[in-house]
T-cell receptor, first 108, second 113 residues
């Protein structure tokens, strides 16, 4: 499975935008990029996915580099409820392989 | 829909006992996944089913673990005999015809003493 690299942790302030980076230099042409998050004491939650174009939904935006070797998950206005571990995953063989993710802390 | 339902939410058992974890996927979903999460190893996929048929069980740790899906609305993960190193949170997830948008249950926290 192609690998992703994310910072171990990030910190931001409430009501400010948050940009969570992910590097995936070995991505293949057909790999979709998926983001999940896991709030404390809960199961992971699907956030967003994309292939080449930037994507928006009610939770977040996904910005994908032109060469597709990196992507950024954007939370436009962070709330305390967004404190979670965020996972960037490349799809493969109908399986999601979760890495260690980025632990996001939101300061009030 | 109630989402993915898992039972029990917590299980404490002694080493050597049989443990059965249960999962009810979201109605109409074709895929069902079992994961295990520990601090040391993170979130690991154990096995997944498509239309009740096991597709990939390469993540099942050893023969002590078995999973079944007798129908579209029920799956079990069984550990026999259980060992302390099996202590973890076990998640069940389901998805529709797109296997990468998965909906996770609340998990079962298993403690083996």
């Amino acid at each position: 499975d192609a690998k992703t690299t994310q910072p171990n942790s990030m910190e931001s302030n409430e009501e400010e935008p948050v940009h969570l980076p992910c590097n995936h230099s070995t991505i293949s042409g057909t790999d979709y990029i998926h983001w999940y998050r896991q709030l404390p004491s809960q199961g992971p939650e699907y956030v967003i996915h994309g292939l080449t174009s930037n994507v928006n939904n009610r939770m977040a935006s996904l910005a994908i580099a032109e060469d597709r070797k990196s992507s950024t998950l954007i939370l436009h206005r962070a709330t305390l409820r967004d404190a979670a571990v965020y996972y960037c995953i490349l799809e493969g063989a109908q399986k999601l392989v979760f890495g260690q993710g980025t632990r996001l802390t939101i300061n009030p | 829909d109630a989402g993915v339902i898992q039972s029990p939410r917590h299980e404490v058992t002694e080493m050597g006992q049989e443990v059965t974890l249960r999962c009810k996927p979201i109605s109409g979903h074709d895929y069902l996944f079992w994961y295990r999460q520990t601090m040391m190893r993170g979130l690991e996929l154990l096995i997944y089913f498509n239309n009740n048929v096991p597709i990939d069980d390469s993540g099942m740790p050893e023969d002590r673990f078995s999973a079944k899906m007798p129908n579209a609305s029920f799956s079990t993960l069984k550990i026999q005999p259980s060992e302390p190193r099996d202590s973890a949170v076990y998640f069940c997830a389901s998805s529709g015809d797109y296997p990468y948008e998965q909906y996770f249950g609340p998990g079962t926290r298993l403690t083996v003493t």
